[in-house]
């Protein structure tokens, strides 16, 4: 019997499937929109341990489509979501679908019988029913207008213009967009929304709201968004906008010393915020579902079983002899994308929907193991990771080992490992491998004359 992921794979081959959504989508075949374009996004792939449940495995995947509007001759973009299954489930599912989708948007749920998909179309969304609202022109323009500008503006809040921006895209968990607002008076203003399939977003915008008092006036901590409001009608967080440069865009040869040095002095800052109501993310916990993640990496590659079974034991092994960490406030996903460098020149730090109380090296790992996603040279990625960690352990003054860092870059790696896998993306296999061999050295100092090889 084949591994799940292989019956996907036509899938993940956006060639196949924009010559497939040409021939089955409804407008394509009235005629009305011509597919020049298809990528993909987020995909998620859902596996399970025990045999009996295989038939539940399923991929989903968010596709980005490129068209051209044949009324109106003017490029027309969607954003069209699946969820692909084995056998018949697919019919099954989009009778679920229908039942659960509102009234007005149950034609909007596809089903490509033959292909056993189950899809929508943006901004339709299985769990997030109020996202078409939110992202509606007429409908934001008199809520913003009528509500949130003049709580946090002067009563003059007429709109001229909106522009809408879909910064990030998660199916089913949750939506980022930026509107830039020009008002009548030739001001303008850009706000962000993010809207959320459950509830937190109002324990999130309690955290938010926290932190950001927290940095005003701090200049060793990151810059934050000024929450505007939680509306849990909608479900969704308002902040206002800031305005600089992706710190990846900025990061050179040149300055890496002096970036990564302010870097780890916001981040030990960040850490040392108090805040409550914040679960205890422990590193047996950290173990176990790592361990639960190798299981899964090796049935589906058994030809590194034995390289993800040595790496599970080294760290089972290891982790007994770090001592105990008073445990911080933690970003629970640190990573270069998610700060900003602003006009004058101070960093941003956003995305706050993981916090935890965890053992600091978890964000000074996480970060580091991510700068292995990226095509830097050998060279330039070794020099951050040891001017950044060399430089926490100056200045969070704790007594933190090579070893125990060391530790915490191997989960982190394996974990990037497994999500190169569930993520399902055309060089999966060659990403797992690069993430388990940087996992087998973990970390080596430059000093030493070492290499991650």
Not at 32 to 54: A, E, F, G, M, V
Not at 116 to 122: K, N
Not at 137 to 159: K, N
Request: proline share 4%.
């Amino acid at each position: 019997m084949s591994e799940p992921s292989q019956e996907f794979a036509v899938f993940m081959d956006t060639a196949k499937m924009k010559a497939l959504f040409q021939q089955a989508l409804p407008d394509c075949l009235s005629g009305s929109w011509t597919l020049t374009d298809c990528q993909i996004q987020h995909p998620r792939y859902k596996t399970y341990l025990n045999p009996k449940s295989r038939d539940k495995s399923f991929l989903a995947l968010a596709y980005h489509l490129k068209g051209i509007n044949e009324l109106t001759h003017k490029e027309d973009d969607r954003i069209f979501y699946v969820k692909a299954y084995l056998g018949t489930r697919s019919y099954t599912e989009y009778l679920k679908a229908c039942y659960a989708a509102d009234s007005s948007h149950q034609d909007t749920v596809l089903h490509l019988a033959k292909y056993g998909m189950v899809g929508w179309f943006f901004p339709c969304d299985p769990v997030l029913p109020w996202l078409p609202k939110v992202l509606e022109p007429t409908h934001i323009r008199r809520y913003f207008s009528e509500f949130l500008l003049p709580q946090h503006h002067s009563p003059s809040c007429v709109i001229k213009d909106i522009a809408l921006s879909i910064v990030n895209y998660r199916p089913e968990i949750r939506c980022t967009y930026r509107y830039a607002i020009k008002r009548l008076s030739g001001n303008t203003q850009t706000i962000y929304g993010k809207t959320f399939a459950d509830e937190r977003g109002a324990e999130i915008h309690r955290r938010i709201a926290n932190l950001y008092q927290c940095s005003l006036g701090n200049t060793d901590n990151f810059v934050m968004a000024q929450p505007l409001c939680y509306d849990a009608t909608l479900r969704t967080i308002w902040l206002e906008g800031l305005h600089g440069h992706a710190f990846l865009d900025r990061l050179t040869d040149y300055n890496a010393e002096s970036f990564m040095i302010r870097l780890a002095r916001h981040l030990v800052d960040f850490q040392s915020i108090p805040l409550t109501g914040l679960d205890i993310l422990s590193e047996d916990e950290q173990l176990a579902e790592i361990q639960k993640k190798a299981m899964k990496l090796k049935m589906a590659f058994p030809y590194l079983a034995k390289h993800i079974e040595a790496l599970v034991t080294d760290l089972c092994q290891q982790k007994s002899t770090h001592p105990l960490i008073v445990h911080r406030l933690s970003h629970g996903d640190f990573h270069i994308q998610q700060l900003l460098l602003l006009d004058d020149n101070r960093m941003a730090l956003f995305d706050f929907d993981e916090l935890a109380m965890a053992n600091p090296l978890v964000d000074v790992a996480n970060f580091c193991a991510d700068l292995y996603s990226f095509n830097f040279t050998k060279h330039f990625t070794e020099k951050l990771i040891n001017r950044l960690f060399t430089a926490y352990k100056i200045a969070s003054e704790t007594d933190i080992s090579d070893a125990h860092f060391t530790w915490h870059i191997r989960v982190q790696l394996l974990t990037r490992a497994y999500r190169a896998y569930i993520q399902q993306k055309p060089d999966h296999e060659q990403l797992i491998s690069q993430f388990l061999k940087a996992a087998e050295l973990g970390y080596v100092t430059q000093q030493a004359g070492s290499s991650y090889g």
